[in-house]
């Protein structure tokens, strides 16, 4: 099994800066793309970002030049840097991976955490 475990959630004030992490850890063989994505109230989930093993990214449109996601390989680490943080920020962000597990199956699953709340208000 392999878990995605979120950190570093919490309030700040507009304008401010915000950094979250994502470890991956369990049975796996290899780690493709990892991501971000996040849930507002009565909203769809939506891509932040996306990084992949070889590091190449891809932002949300409403995040582009504000955030930062990066990737320790040897970790199984993604993090999220956040700056000129908006009041449309507030969401639960997750932290996506796609994971090919130890053992025999399918090359290609798609895990989950279990989510950290960012909220940004003054």
């Known amino acids: 099994q392999v878990q995605l475990v979120e950190s570093g959630g919490g309030l700040v004030q507009p304008g401010g800066s915000l950094g979250l992490s994502c470890a991956a850890s369990?049975?796996?063989?290899?780690?493709?793309?990892m991501a971000w994505y996040r849930q507002a109230p009565g909203k769809q989930r939506e891509l932040v970002a996306t990084?992949?093993?070889?590091?190449?990214?891809l932002y949300g449109d409403s995040v582009k030049g504000r955030f930062t996601i990066s990737r320790d390989n040897a970790k199984n680490t993604i993090y999220l840097h956040m700056n000129s943080l908006k009041p449309e920020d507030t969401a639960v962000y997750y932290c996506n991976a796609d994971v090919r597990p130890t053992g025999w199956g399918p090359r290609h699953n798609d895990y989950w955490g279990q989510g950290t709340q960012v909220t940004v208000s003054s």
């Open positions: 990084i992949t093993d070889s590091g190449s990214t």
């Open positions: 369990g049975s796996i063989f290899r780690i493709y793309a």
